[in-house]
Every structure is written in C-alpha cells, then in structure tokens.
C-alpha cells in the first residue's frame, strides 16, 4: 500500500511564503510524475506545478515566477515553496504521483489547506 502525506500548510498574509511537502510512503520501486493539484471553494481542481522524474518542471500560467517544484527522490518526497502568496492562491493543495509498486499507479493526497489573507 503506497501513501501520500501533504504538510507545511497553513495561513500566511499576502506577499508570505509557504512550503508544502509530500511524502510518499509504503512499497514503492520507482515514482514517475509528481504533481500539486489545487482546489479553491467553489471551483475545480487545477493543475498547479508538474516535476517529471528527470526533474523536468512545468507550471501554472499563474503561478510562473512564484511557486517553485522540487523533488527528493532518496526520500520519495516532493516539495512546493510557496513565495509571493496572494488571497486567490487559497485553496486546499493536493499531491499526487505515479507510482511504480508492482503495479504503474496513479496516488493522490489528502489535501493541505493554505489560506492567504489579505
């Protein structure tokens, strides 16, 4: 059984930074994609940051230039800084990882809140 674990969330002023982590825990050979999800009150899900195993990254339109994706791979772990928060960044972060455990699966979190006032 393979987990994920979002932390680092929280509420920050605008202009804050945060830093969210993701820990992927269990039998796990290799994880391919990782990705933070976010989803706002009221809205759908969107896709925020994508880090390929090659540490290739891709972003968001809104969130180029502030929102940085990293990834541990001795630790399974992925991470999200946060800098330059605004009020519409607030929303609950997901991550999410195909994860290569016998099986090629796809695993989500179970969400951190970030909450940006202003």
């Known amino acids: 059984q393979v987990q994920l674990v979002e932390s680092g969330g929280g509420l920050v002023q605008a202009g804050g930074s945060l830093r969210l982590s993701c820990a992927a825990s269990?039998?796990?050979?290799?994880?391919?994609?990782m990705r933070w999800y976010r989803q706002a009150p009221g809205k759908q899900r969107e896709l925020v940051a994508t880090?390929?195993?090659?540490?290739?990254?891709n972003y968001a339109d809104s969130v180029k230039g502030r929102f940085t994706i990293s990834r541990d791979n001795a630790k399974n772990t992925m991470y999200l800084q946060l800098n330059s928060l605004k009020p519409e960044d607030t929303a609950v972060y997901y991550c999410?990882?195909?994860?290569?455990?016998?099986?090629?699966?796809?695993?989500w979190g179970q969400g951190t809140q970030v909450t940006v006032s202003s």
């Open positions: 269990g039998r796990i050979f290799s994880i391919d994609a």
């Open positions: 999410n990882a195909i994860v290569v455990s016998g099986l090629r699966r796809n695993y």
């Open positions: 880090i390929t195993n090659g540490n290739n990254t």
